[in-house]
């Protein structure tokens, strides 16, 4: 309605400055007069004038309208009634509703930005974002109360507090994360995000001290193990003191000494001196083991990174292992997806932990109906690498699942339930992960994933 008003306004000026012009024309060539000739032209010019200023009325308020718009200037306002008449009302309002709905909008995110402030500021754990300059962008309390660094407006200035934190932080991919301890007091888990805004790419820290949680887990631990290390001890210290006293009371008890000081002993009771004393010797030698098989779990070495090819390791498995599985009547099956995978690991760690559990599974499978172990290979859907051992045994039952892992934990007879125990901590000492999966009667998978 109001363009279309605004499109007549135009016609009738258009229209009346040729009809103007046209008749200053014609009376200019009838009359030959130079007064009616100027005086028609001034008529010509105050039209197009007019025209211009009718035009450009509209423009300017367009042109307000759009600047409101850029610079989130929404004070100004555009009245119902123009100086074009009723025809440009309604668009007068639809401006007004446009410039109403951009100043709601507007509100409502300093609404959401103040509150994300306030809860930025108010949670436990430290935030902060900086840019690819380095610069700052926001801090809250608790990061400024964890890291206690004055004047921090620069990420370099990290470094204040410990230069191996800043390096970590800077070599930090977006979504990663990593622990360092920086004193007794702060022991910090950093994860990374990253963002874009206003076209500007930040990257997002948070900061978290886990040093009682980490206190907590290792007094659990030491619990556990006291309990283990003592149930262990017990079980052999306590037959073995029984037993040496009952020896004693036998050496007591049978044995007499003749007028001339020899003292004579009874065959039995040199049979149960000598059945004494060869289980106090086995039950020690057991305990050895057990202490050995402790220093073995305490004493991992810290895994040697390299590259390295996975057909090579598992041709050297295949090799290894092929007279053992061939005895069992059990087939070993490598499959590798892509054949030129490659990890970057310990090959020597790597491989003991394959070897120990392919083992594992031809124990589990001695009276397995399918006679194949698995070892497989490739990536998942977020290209991070996993080797697979697949068999097709007894299983595990759930409640025994987790408790695998547990050292000294053992399922089967013989053993001394420290091996899963080694493997899990070695793919720890890897920033990896090896988990279990089963179904009783079916198959069990133990999955090695790198990163």
Known sequence: MGFKSFAVGLIIRVVMIVAVAYVGVFFFQKEQSVLQGIMFSMIVLVLTVNLISYVNTTNRKITRFLES????????????????????REMNMSFNEVIDAFKKTRAE??????????????????????????????????????LQIPQFKDIHDLGKLSRALLRNVLQLKPGGSFSIKINNDLHLNVQSASFKMEGHSWTLISFQNIKSELQKNELQAWQNLTKVLRHEIMNSMTPIASLANSLGTI??????????????????????????????????????????????????????IKRFAVEQMFENICVLLKEELTKADIKLIPKLQPKDLEILADPDLIQMILINLIKNAKEAMALAVNRTIILSAGTDSQSVPYIQVIDHGEGIVPEAIERIF?????????????????SRQIMNLHKGSLEAESVVGEKTVFTLRFG
């Open 251 to 304: 050496l007591e008890e049978d044995v007499e000494e003749k007028d001339d000081g020899i003292l004579v002993m009874q065959r039995d009771c040199f049979m149960d001196l000598s059945e004494g004393l060869e289980t106090i010797s086995k039950r020690s030698a057991g305990l050895v083991e057990f202490v050995n098989a402790y220093r073995d779990y305490t004493n991992i070495p810290q895994p040697v």
């Open 69 to 88: 718009i850029r610079y989130s200037d929404f004070s100004s306002s555009f009245t119902k009634d123009s100086k074009l008449g009723p025809s440009f």
């Open 109 to 146: 995110k300093e609404e959401q930005m103040l509150f994300l402030q306030i809860m930025i500021q108010h949670i436990n754990t430290g935030i902060l974002s900086f840019d690819n300059d380095g610069k700052i962008g926001v801090i809250n309390g608790a990061a400024k109360q964890l």
């Open 406 to 422: 547990v050292p000294f934990y053992t399922t089967k007879k013989t053993g001394s339930g420290i091996g899963l125990a080694i």
